[in-house]
Antibody
Framework: EVQLVESGGGLVQPGRSLRLSCTASGFTFGDYAMSWVRQAPGKGLEWVGFIRSKAYGGTTEYAASVKGRFTISRDDSKSIAYLQMNSLKTEDTAVYYC???????????WGQGTLVTVSS | QSALTQPRSVSGSPGQSVTISCTGTSSDVGGYNYVSWYQQHPGKAPKLMIYDVSKRPSGVPDRFSGSKSGNTASLTISGLQAEDEADYYCCSYAGSYTRVFGGGTKLTVL
């Protein structure tokens, strides 16, 4: 059974940093791209970015709203994807979901999400 | 890029059919056959219902179907059931390896 478990969320002050983790199980993690999607309280879904599998270079792409501030990485030996968030803004407050990204086309599995609150 | 346009809400009675539209541009919905739909119940993670415009993942009832015409994609739910009441989001590939979601539609089963 495919499982994605996010961790690392919490309350952080504006301008500070936070790193989220996504621990995967039930599939060969290294064979898949992984994406992060967020949802602000009471709002819709927003794609944040993704990381390709090593077979496709392990490179990353980001939404314009987070480019230059957020970095996605992966450790295939541990089946973990990371989302490093720097220079956080109040508008980054959201539940952050880790997703398995199938061929850059769709998100077939989602984690339960972790809440990040950016507030002073 | 701008979010795809969905109606804020739709409703239907049990057994009826409803269709949710998702309008984009030639740079996203109209340009690629990579539209997907997600169902989200309150407090839960989204669930994939349709991918690549009209394909259904294993386990999704065949009451759910997807289509696309020009820059507008649609999700149709036939034989509405109480458990279908949820928020629905469309998503499209938008070029340069980016994705864009719709604003979401709240489906109410009367």
């Amino acid at each position: 059974e495919v499982q994605l478990v996010e961790s690392g969320g919490g309350l952080v002050q504006p301008g500070r940093s936070l790193r989220l983790s996504c621990t995967a199980s039930g599939f060969t993690f290294g064979d898949y791209a992984m994406s992060w999607v967020r949802q602000a309280p009471g709002k819709g879904l927003e794609w944040v970015g993704f990381i390709r599998s090593k077979a496709y270079g392990g490179t990353t792409e980001y939404a314009a709203s987070v480019k230059g501030r957020f970095t996605i990485s992966r450790d295939d030996s541990k089946s973990i994807a990371y989302l490093q968030m720097n220079s956080l803004k109040t508008e980054d407050t959201a539940v952050y979901y880790c997703t398995r990204d199938f061929s850059g086309s769709y998100f077939d599995y989602w984690g339960q999400g972790t809440l990040v609150t950016v507030s002073s | 890029q701008s979010a795809l346009t969905q109606p804020r809400s739709v409703s239907g009675s049990p057994g009826q059919s409803v269709t949710i539209s998702c309008t984009g541009t030639s740079s996203d919905v109209g340009g690629y056959n990579y539209v997907s739909w997600y169902q989200q119940h309150p407090g839960k993670a989204p669930k994939l219902m349709i991918y690549d415009v009209s394909k259904r993942p294993s386990g999704v009832p065949d009451r759910f179907s997807g289509s696309k015409s020009g820059n507008t994609a649609s999700l149709t739910i036939s034989g509405l059931q109480a458990e279908d009441e949820a928020d629905y989001y469309c998503c499209s590939y938008a070029g340069s390896y980016t994705r864009v979601f719709g604003g979401g539609t709240k489906l109410t089963v009367l």
